[in-house]
């Protein structure tokens, strides 16, 4: 399972760091005897799904990187599915619907892994009803930093189970998940309603998480000829027989929708429109300096608007940035420390960049974003900016995660701080005391 290193970088494009080693598992065993490799030789360990984080997260320099593509079997039994963790969401779903079944809450691109997702939150369209997808997830087995095999859940091992999701792989290594699965649609109705201001926009979105008039929506702003194009994009799902006049929807909503489009697709040709997105973007530029972040519900108007004016349309290269409404109540993820409302925005600017200049300029614009984020309650989705910058400074984490929680699961589990060391989230000087 070693073999040559290639895992200098990631999908951001802006971190290279160089391994010692890169050893790519297939199996359990093999991930635990990834992690004996790490113990016996000192290395700090760096867990690897897609590769698709922006900063760094599934980077290590001088240390071991565990690419966990090779643990992808995909078991559905029942109304559960378990997966290995380095499976994509694309082939979890190819697997459950030959069941006729989907996952509920998925992320837009079916191409990043069950264990990078987990290990962060997933957020879809449908976050607005289920939460994340951590929140959907029943049962996991981790391997401990010192390389001991846990099953946990709800009921069993419940911190460790508390800590993994969301937990960027700091206390231990995902290698199968779980998941509860629903009836998947055969087909969907999509919906594509355009406005001219925010304002109208916010109150249809509002309507939207209010009424179950869809089964997933999102708002995207998108930068076009020097101006933001303000829409909303929606599915109903349709089960078989089932029909649905697209039309009716105007009615439901207020008078701000100018133009509205509607069409129909096959459940998983929607699910994985995106899956040409990496490549196309790659074309455009290598260089995804991205940020996404959780705003207090209540403050999402205030934010957006600020956001809208302080950007330029062109310095998003013809980019979009997108919104995803949250059910906090649903989130079931304790180990990140959520904002104390029941509603949140997820925020997602995803620019992509052909020079490495360009990037690192539109990060630097991405520092008072950030401070205005923070001072507004927001909290960071930690799959790009600031991670891995002084942004994200060791106090950051302190508030990002529920630190008493992470340290009690971390002494316990990793007491050497070998797993996630290049997040410089948490040491073992944390640890004493
Ligand atoms: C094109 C694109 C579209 C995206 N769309 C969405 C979206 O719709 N919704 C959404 O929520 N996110 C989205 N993301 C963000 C994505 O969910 C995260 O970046 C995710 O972490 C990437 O998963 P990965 O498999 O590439 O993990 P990696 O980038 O390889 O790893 C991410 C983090 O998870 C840890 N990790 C990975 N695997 C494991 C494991 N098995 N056990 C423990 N820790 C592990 C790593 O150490 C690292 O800290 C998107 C990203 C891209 C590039």
């Known amino acids: ?29 093999e991930v635990v005897k990834a992690v004996e490799t790490a113990k016996t030789t000192g290395l700090p360990l760096a867990v690897r799904g897609a590769g698709h984080s922006t900063r760094g997260q599934s980077l290590v320099e001088g240390g071991v990187v565990l690419d966990m593509t090779g643990v992808e079997d995909v078991v559905v039994q029942g109304s559960t599915a378990t997966i290995g963790a380095g499976a994509t969401w694309e082939s979890v779903i190819r697997e459950t619907l030959k069941r006729g079944l989907t996952i509920p809450v998925l992320p837009d691109f079916l191409g990043i892994t069950v264990g990078g997702t987990v290990s962060v939150g997933g957020v879809g369209g449908q976050s607005f009803r289920h939460g994340l997808l951590t ?3 029943d049962r ?19 911190g460790l189970f508390d800590a993994v999701r969301g ?4 206390c231990g290594v995902i290698t199968d998940a779980t998941i509860r699965l ?15 201001a925010l304002g109208d926009l916010m109150a249809d979105q509002r309507k939207l998480t209010d009424s179950g008039l869809l089964d997933y929506f999102l708002t995207s ?12 994009e929606g599915v109903k799902y349709l089960h078989a027989g089932e029909r649905y006049r697209g039309e009716a929807i105007l009615g439901e909503l207020g008078e701000g929708a100018r133009e509205a489009t509607f069409q129909e697709s096959a459940y998983f040709d929607y699910a994985n429109r995106l899956a040409g997105l990496p490549e196309l973007d790659r074309q455009r530029g290598r260089f995804h300096p991205w940020m996404a972040m959780f705003v207090p519900g209540s403050r999402g108007a205030t934010f957006l608007a600020d956001l809208l004016g302080r950007l330029e349309p062109r310095e998003l290269s013809e980019g ?19 904002p104390d409302e029941d509603w949140l925005l997820l925020v997602d600017i995803p620019p992509t960049f052909a020079s490495l200049a360009e990037a690192n300029s539109f990060s630097r614009r991405c520092v008072p974003i950030l401070g205005r984020a923070r001072a507004l309650g ?35 589990v990793d007491p050497a701080c070998r797993l996630g060391a290049p997040l410089g989230a948490i040491t073992r000087a944390d640890l004493q005391g």
């Open 1 to 29: 399972m070693d073999r040559a290193a290639s895992h200098t970088d990631d999908f951001g494009g802006l971190v290279r760091r160089y391994p010692a080693r890169v050893l790519r598992a297939t199996s359990l065993i």
């Open 135 to 137: 929140s959907v997830v």
């Open 140 to 158: 996991l087995t981790v391997v401990s930093g010192e390389g001991e095999v846990v099953s946990c859940s709800r009921d069993r091992n419940a």
């Open 167 to 170: 937990g960027l792989g700091l």
């Open 182 to 196: 629903v009836r998947a649609p055969e087909r969907v109705a999509i919906v594509k309603l355009r406005y001219r």
């Open 221 to 232: 702003f998108a930068a076009e000829d020097g101006t933001f194009r303000l829409s909303i």
């Open 320 to 338: 979009h940035l997108m919104t995803y409404v949250v059910d906090r109540r649903k989130i079931d993820t304790p180990i990140i420390r959520w």
């Open 378 to 412: 927001a909290v960071m989705y930690p799959i790009g900016f600031p991670v891995g910058t002084e942004h994200m400074t060791r106090d950051d984490w302190r508030r990002h995660f529920d630190w008493d929680r992470l340290v009690a699961v971390k002494r316990k």
